[in-house]
């Protein structure tokens, strides 16, 4: 995509109650602004009194310049049509901190979809609660942030990380971070955390899930990236996959092919956020591919 289209590029997420005309009365505010629509999404829970859920992608000169004018017209028209809205520019980019502790996997792949400009973002900062992997980070020219959490210091390391991130990074992931985050946290970061769980959640949930699977024999492996809440492994689900595995795999072959079905998940469910395709919905999520 050329740089002006990228800079004159925006995205409207839109939630209300299902009623005709909803559709046409966005198209229609978008072309009394001059927009040309690239890609339009939608998806009813009920055409009958549901939730109606809506993405569009368009581009509009000066952009910029134009964006207060059209959140003006947005929130009059939120107003009769009952509805919650977003609109984001492509640029500038998510800035986004990646949290690790000792396992690579994740960050390496991660990094590497950033650098080949599979991820639409900056990469502001790892942030471990060890030192291992700042190896694999540093010669990026990305800070490295090597705070230490302990039970004592849980407290004052969680201040630290917040401090860091203050005014410096608009998403949080967890990439295989071996810490759980306090309530006070999240709730500083709704919707803007996401983690990668090693299991097809909602099954096999807190530690060693490979270990539970293999104990009950299962089939299938999967990963699960979702967006963190206070309740442990119960945020609404973004991405998930699985892969078939037999009576012969044992834990650490489990974990291996686990590996592998992380990074994809976890790299696609960041992605869809970077390119604003997720809609809340309660404990679900409306994802538009």
């Known amino acids: 995509m050329a740089a002006s289209s990228v800079r004159n590029r925006a995205r409207m997420l839109i939630s209300c109650p299902d009623q005709p005309g909803i559709v046409a009365a966005v198209s229609q505010l978008l072309f009394q602004h001059g927009a040309n629509i690239v890609r339009s999404d939608q998806h009813t829970t009920d055409p009958q009194g549901g939730t109606f859920f809506m993405r569009v992608e368009f581009d509009l000169p000066e952009l910029e310049r134009r964006t207060p004018e059209l959140r003006a017209a947005l929130s009059g028209l939120a107003g009769r049509l009952e509805m919650r809205w977003e609109l984001a520019g492509s640029l500038p980019a998510k ?26 973002c900056t990469v502001a900062m790892v ?37 860091l991130l203050e005014g410096r990074a608009d998403l949080v992931v967890l990439a295989r971070y071996m810490q759980i985050l306090s309530a006070d946290f999240v709730a500083r970061w709704p919707a803007r955390i996401i983690n990668i769980h090693h299991s097809f959640l909602p099954a096999f949930v807190g530690p060693s899930p490979y270990r539970q699977a293999w104990e009950r024999g299962v089939k299938i492996i999967g990963a699960t990236a979702h967006y963190v809440t206070a309740e442990l492994d119960q945020g609404p689900i973004i991405e998930q996959d699985v892969q078939r595995v ?30 604003d395709r997720i809609l809340l919905h309660g404990r679900r999520t409306v994802v538009f591919h």
């Open 246 to 275: 037999t009576h012969r795999d044992n834990p650490e072959d489990l974990r291996r092919v686990g590996r592998q079905i992380e990074r994809a998940v976890l790299a696609r469910a960041v992605a869809w956020h970077l390119e």
């Open 95 to 120: 800035r986004v901190a990646i949290f690790v502790s000792r396992e690579d996997h994740c960050l390496v792949e991660l990094l590497w979809r950033w650098r080949a400009g599979e991820l639409p």
């Open 127 to 163: 942030v471990s609660n060890h030192p291992d992997l700042a190896h694999a980070v540093e010669p990026l020219g990305i800070p490295f942030h090597h705070i230490p959490v302990s039970t004592e210091s849980r407290a004052s390391a969680e201040a630290r990380q917040l401090e």
